[in-house]
Each structure stands twice: as structure tokens, then as C-alpha cells.
């Protein structure tokens, strides 16, 4: 069975520095997806970044990065020069063989001006 | 990207009552997903919506509690039924979008009283 592991439950970070929101995982399939999802305190989940288990580079979008080592079985989410508005939850997901994404216990961030 | 229209966004209900939430998405899609989101935890997937075909329940979640219509492409219901307290959560649903995970409704949060 897939599982995700989200280690830090809060964090506070000083504005504009940069973040790692730490993501292990479990499974057995030898094909998968990781995702990063934010949800600020409004509730919406807003996509932030995929990485395949294939892809050779990490994926990157804007000043979102993903940390991927595969045979530590980490997707590690790093933030460049955080701002206020990066405060939320974050989720680190994976994609199930079936097509469903299972999500992990999430990371609250905050960031501190 | 698919736009997803979830309603309502809110709702106080009383115990022993039903709540239904819709969701119409702006494209056809194959398979639409309900989740539930417990105050300060993740997110659980309740059931996958097919089209022309019962729901798919994951385990703990069951048909007469969370009943499922899909009666197109476009548009999916979820009722929580004989309501209680520990229903109160945000519900949220969701359409995949190969290799970039799941594009997620705005949320219904309901409180039971």
C-alpha cells in the first residue's frame, strides 16, 4: 500500500528566506506521480507541483523546486524567498496504481515578517 | 485547465438530516472524486464517481451514508445522510488531470449542530 510521511506538523520560517518541506513515501509500484498541494485558510487545494518517478530532473515551477531522491524515497518541497503569502498547509500526495492520489498528514507554514 | 463549480460552500445543518453537495466541471470528464477533510487533518478519499456506473467506496465509507449520483460527464453529487456531529468537515471533489494530479473544488464546509 502507498503511504505518505510528512514529518514536521508546523513550521515558522523569517520572509524571504528559503523553505524544505520534507516528504517521504512508501510503494511498491514501480511507476508513481508525487504532488505538492497548498491550502491556504480559505480551504481550496491549489496544485504546485508534480514530479514522475521516471523523470530525470527535478521538477521546478517558479519559485517552487522538488527535491527528488529516489532511492531515499524523498520529494522534498523547496520554496525560494518565501513571502507572507506562502502561510498555509501544505501536502506532499501520491499517485495510487488505481489513479487515486493518497494525501499526507500535511505541514502548516508559516512565514514570519 | 478543467474549472470545477462546487456549491454549496457552506452550510449549518441540523442532526438527522441530509446535506447534498454538486459539482459541475467545466469539461467531460471520466471519473470525479469526493473527498473529506476533518478539522486539522488531511484528506480522505470517500468514493470515485463513474459515469453510467455505481460509485467506487473506499474502505470505512459506505453507500448509505454517502450516497453518489454521476448522471453525466460534467456533473457528479455527494449527500451525507442522518447527519451527526462528527460529520462536520470540508468535503471537497475533485477530476484528475493525467500527470498533474487532481484539480479540487472550492469546498463545502458543514458544521452539524
Known amino acids: 500500500a502507498q503511504k505518505i510521511t510528512q514529518t514536521q506538523p508546523g513550521m515558522f520560517v523569517q520572509e524571504k528566506e528559503a523553505v524544505t518541506l520534507d516528504c517521504t513515501y512508501d510503494?511498491?509500484?514501480?511507476?508513481?506521480?508525487l504532488f505538492w498541494y497548498k491550502q491556504p485558510s480559505s480551504g481550496e487545494m491549489i496544485f504546485l507541483i508534480y514530479?514522475?518517478?521516471?523523470?530525470?530532473q527535478n521538477a521546478t515551477e517558479g519559485r517552487y523546486s522538488l527535491n527528488f531522491q529516489k532511492a531515499r524515497k524523498s520529494a522534498n518541497l523547496v520554496i525560494s524567498a518565501s513571502q507572507l503569502g506562502d502561510s498555509a498547509m501544505y501536502f506532499c500526495?501520491?499517485?495510487?496504481?488505481?489513479?487515486?492520489?493518497?494525501f499526507g498528514k500535511g505541514t502548516r507554514l508559516h512565514i514570519l515578517p | 485547465s478543467a474549472v470545477i463549480s462546487q456549491k454549496p460552500s457552506r452550510d449549518i445543518c441540523q442532526r438527522g438530516t441530509s446535506l447534498t453537495i454538486q459539482c459541475q466541471v467545466d469539461?467531460?470528464?471520466?471519473?470525479m472524486f469526493w473527498y473529506r477533510q476533518q478539522p486539522g487533518q488531511s484528506l480522505t478519499l470517500i468514493a470515485t464517481?463513474?459515469?453510467?456506473?455505481?460509485?467506487?467506496?473506499e474502505s470505512g465509507f459506505v453507500i448509505d451514508k454517502f450516497p453518489i449520483s454521476r448522471p453525466n460527464l460534467t456533473f457528479s453529487t455527494l449527500t451525507v445522510s442522518n447527519l451527526s456531529p462528527e460529520d462536520s468537515s470540508i468535503y471537497l471533489c475533485?477530476?484528475?488531470?493525467?500527470?498533474?494530479?487532481?484539480?479540487f473544488g472550492s469546498g463545502t464546509r458543514l458544521t452539524v449542530v
Open positions: 500526495a501520491i499517485r495510487r496504481r488505481d489513479d487515486k492520489i493518497i
Open positions: 510503494t511498491s509500484d514501480p511507476s508513481y506521480g
Open positions: 514530479q514522475g518517478s521516471y523523470d530525470q
Open positions: 469539461s467531460q470528464v471520466t471519473m
Open positions: 464517481a463513474n459515469q453510467g456506473s455505481e460509485a467506487t467506496y
Open positions: 475533485s477530476v484528475d488531470r493525467p500527470n498533474y494530479g487532481y484539480t
